[in-house]
């Protein structure tokens, strides 16, 4: 290790640089879980293969202007009913993208 020795309680150098991208990795891990539980949602509600879906919420993005992860997440939110007034919200913009049958506004029942 080279450089000047820390004073005690002096922050390392680029502490705040490596904190934030940690906090970045995370937010990433997390969007891909929910893409990947978007497309299998899709897959498994509308018979789509794994490409299809993916493109699906490609196009769903794409023509509501709405970030792929977003679309994701509000779709994982609904499905598992943990959706709040935002999520549905943007939910309803664009839900009339989604294949014809649509999407539940909650979880599935089970019965």
Not at 3 to 31: C, I, M, N, W, Y
């Amino acid at each position: 290790m080279s450089g000047t020795p820390l004073s005690p309680g002096e922050p390392a150098p680029h502490a705040d640089a490596l904190r934030d991208e940690v906090a970045h990795l995370h937010e990433a891990v997390k969007s891909q879980r929910d893409i990947g539980m978007a497309i299998g949602l899709l897959s498994a509600r509308f018979g789509l293969s794994t490409e299809q879906a993916w493109r699906t919420i490609l196009r769903v993005s794409q023509d509501s202007n709405t970030k792929v992860r977003t679309v994701a997440r509000v779709l994982v939110a609904t499905h598992d009913g943990s959706a709040g007034p935002e999520d549905r919200e943007i939910l309803a913009r664009f839900v009339v993208h989604l294949p014809a049958s649509g999407w539940p506004a909650g979880p599935a029942s089970g019965g």
